[in-house]
Every structure is written in C-alpha cells, then in structure tokens.
C-alpha cells in the first residue's frame, strides 16, 4: 500500500499553549519542524504510529471505525505493510509497538483467555514472549535485539522490565502504583513512565545504564507527563497534558530540558518515538473530526525551539516494588 504523505515546511514551536510567562525561547534549543503528514489507509482509521528505526522505517497501530485493533509497518520508501495480526490475536487486538533496524518489531496482543502477551515479528514469522502469562507487553526493541516493556507478575505490581543479552531485569520506580518502560537505546539507557501513590497520575523517567532511575521527569504545568521513547543520545520525546486539558508533544533532553511542540491547530500531539538521526514519529487529533494522523518530523538545531523547565524535584531514586495497579500501556 502506498502511503499518501502531505509535506510541509514549515518549523513549529507552539501554537495555543495555557501556559503563560513560562514558556521561553532559548537560543540553545533546537526546534521541531513537520516533514509530513500519513494515515493508514482506509476511511475513518485512527492511526497512532509508536517507534521508528534509523533507517526511517516506522511502526505502528491503527484502529478501524469498527474498534478493531492493527499493527502496520510504514516503510522509508512510503509504503505500507498490510495488517499486522499476531495469529493467537482472539480479541481483535494486536499493536505493534517498537521496530529496529533489521525491522524486528515487537509488541503485544490479546488471547483467548482475556491475557496481554507481547510478541515479536521477523521475515513474516511471530514468536511469542510471555514470561508473565496473564499480563506481558513488549513496548520497545533496540538493534542488538535488547527490548523493553512491562509485566504484572501473579498477584503483584505492574512492573517495568528490561531484557539485555537474554536477561530479564524487573524494576519498578518508588512509590509507583504501576511502571512502563517503553524503549531502551544502544547503550541500554531506557525510558518510560510511571503512575504514582495516587493510582491517577502519570510522570515521565529515564533510567541510566548503571541502573539509577530518574523521576519524576515533569515540565513545569504538567498533570500527566509519558515518555515513550529515547534515541542513542538519549534524547527522549513524549507529550504531557497541562491544567487547560491541552496536550503537548515533547523532546526532554537530560538533565532539564523540554522543548515544547504542537501541531498547527490542535489540542492534542503526541510525539512517540526518535531515532538517532533525529527523525521523530508521532501524531495528532483533528479536533474537526476527532482523527488521530501520524505525523513524521525531524530535530533542527536551529536555536528556535520553545521551551519548559524541569518540574522539581528530580533527584534519582532506587526501585522499590509498592503496592499493586494494572494500567493498559499508553499510545
């Protein structure tokens, strides 16, 4: 399928943010400019594309009008894969979510007993991957094949986990009622975000190669901070949502930088996923139609960027397991 991909250019900062005398231009920020514009095809899709590769390939979920679920590959050359389907798939809900550079995605679906278990794809063969049989999603893959993702273990918290060199490591951040972790890059820096003691509210983090967690990762004005990905540099892109109900997309480059982004016109952005060349893969929600578009745009280091604080505190916390919540992983 070839995709129809509408382009611009222009460079965006904001366009309607609640917040005032916060936001600021810094002349060492970069910006973030809109390459183009994609839907799956198909009338009324909802696309929500989550990670691309360095090669430019992104991958990604659609939702029909009906309410089934898909996962699509959307190639560099601009084509579509067809339908992503995990064969065990009994609640018409596979959502591929992360892809490296050899196109090994991942991702999870929903079986016959009711249970999330995440999945891997290569050369049109699944593998299943379930060491938590009731709840496993597989939410990121790096190019040594490493990934993350999150687990509920039987009768315990949802946790965050890494898998490195074929080993699996569960961390949960403290206080947390429920962890994701959602990418890992090349030197196994991974990001996620967690719900807090409240059970409601979400905070980004990050976690470092050494294992030091962190948290909370917030812009000044958030109420629901998610970080979805992170490249080799650990640049990290994700949105948060402000006192106004506006969401916005974000770049956090550590240790306390944001760097702010909205699609012309809408209320609703999230950036999901970047690569090392900087290129970023996300979306926004029409507000006349209520159709979430996939959108692919790039890093410029022209010093036009707009830009938030670091919320405090932000001081690195141990992993502490607290007590139990299940939270569907976020898009």
């Given at each position: 399928m070839?995709?129809?991909?509408r382009?611009?250019?222009?460079?965006?900062?904001?366009?309607?943010?609640?917040?005032?005398?916060?936001?600021?231009?810094?002349?060492?920020?970069?910006?973030?400019?809109?390459?183009?514009?994609?839907?799956?095809?198909?009338?009324?899709?909802?696309?929500?594309?989550?990670?691309?590769?360095?090669?430019?390939?992104?991958?990604?979920?659609?939702?029909?009008?009906?309410?089934?679920t898909?996962?699509?590959?959307k190639?560099?050359?601009?084509?579509f894969?067809?339908?992503?389907?995990?064969?065990?798939?009994?609640?018409?809900?596979?959502?591929?979510?992360?892809?490296?550079?050899?196109?090994?995605?991942?991702?999870?679906?929903?079986?016959?007993?009711?249970?999330?278990?995440?999945?891997?794809?290569?050369?049109?063969?699944?593998?299943?991957?379930?060491?938590?049989?009731?709840?496993?999603?597989?939410?990121?893959?790096?190019?040594?094949?490493?990934?993350?993702?999150?687990?509920?273990?039987?009768?315990?918290?949802?946790?965050?986990?890494?898998?490195?060199?074929?080993?699996?490591?569960?961390?949960?951040?403290?206080?947390?009622?429920?962890?994701?972790?959602y990418?890992?890059?090349?030197?196994?820096?991974?990001?996620?975000?967690?719900?807090?003691?409240?059970?409601?509210?979400?905070?980004?983090?990050?976690?470092?190669?050494?294992?030091?967690?962190?948290?909370?990762?917030?812009?000044?004005?958030?109420?629901?901070?998610?970080?979805?990905?992170?490249?080799?540099?650990?640049?990290?892109?994700?949105?948060?949502t402000?006192?106004?109900?506006?969401?916005?997309?974000?770049?956090?480059?550590?240790?306390?930088?944001?760097v702010?982004f909205?699609?012309?016109?809408?209320?609703f952005?999230?950036?999901?996923?970047i690569?090392r060349?900087?290129?970023?893969?996300?979306r926004?929600?029409?507000?006349a139609?209520?159709?979430?578009?996939?959108?692919?745009?790039?890093?410029?280091?022209?010093?036009?960027?707009?830009?938030?604080?670091?919320?405090?505190?932000?001081?690195?916390?141990?992993?502490?397991?607290?007590?139990?919540?299940?939270?569907?992983p976020?898009?």
């Amino acid at each position: 399928m070839k995709i129809s991909l509408r382009l611009f250019g222009f460079a965006v900062g904001f366009a309607a943010l609640a917040l005032t005398g916060v936001l600021a231009q810094s002349p060492a920020a970069p910006s973030i400019q809109v390459v183009g514009v994609f839907e799956y095809p198909g009338p009324g899709n909802q696309t929500l594309p989550q990670k691309i590769n360095s090669r430019g390939d992104a991958v990604g979920i659609f939702v029909d009008p009906s309410g089934t679920t898909r996962g699509f590959v959307k190639f560099r050359n601009g084509n579509f894969s067809g339908p992503i389907v995990d064969p065990n798939d009994a609640g018409n809900l596979t959502e591929a979510r992360g892809i490296n550079s050899t196109r090994l995605v991942c991702g999870d679906y929903l079986d016959s007993a009711g249970a999330v278990e995440g999945f891997f794809l290569s050369d049109n063969m699944f593998t299943n991957y379930d060491p938590e049989p009731t709840f496993t999603a597989v939410l990121g893959v790096n190019d040594a094949g490493d990934f993350a993702g999150s687990v509920i273990p039987t009768g315990g918290i949802q946790e965050a986990f890494l898998s490195i060199g074929g080993v699996m490591t569960d961390f949960v951040v403290t206080d947390a009622t429920a962890t994701l972790a959602y990418q890992l890059n090349a030197t196994n820096q991974s990001c996620g975000y967690y719900i807090d003691s409240s059970g409601v509210t979400t905070h980004g983090f990050w976690r470092d190669s050494d294992g030091t967690i962190n948290a909370p990762i917030d812009p000044v004005g958030s109420t629901s901070t998610i970080l979805f990905g992170n490249n080799d540099n650990n640049q990290m892109v994700g949105r948060y949502t402000d006192a106004a109900g506006a969401t916005h997309g974000i770049l956090f480059s550590p240790p306390n930088l944001f760097v702010v982004f909205d699609f012309p016109g809408a209320t609703f952005t999230s950036l999901n996923g970047i690569n090392r060349r900087g290129q970023i893969i996300g979306r926004f929600i029409d507000p006349a139609t209520g159709i979430a578009h996939g959108i692919l745009c790039r890093v410029m280091r022209d010093g036009a960027g707009v830009t938030l604080p670091l919320a405090p505190p932000s001081a690195p916390t141990k992993a502490v397991p607290q007590h139990a919540v299940y939270t569907a992983p976020a898009y």
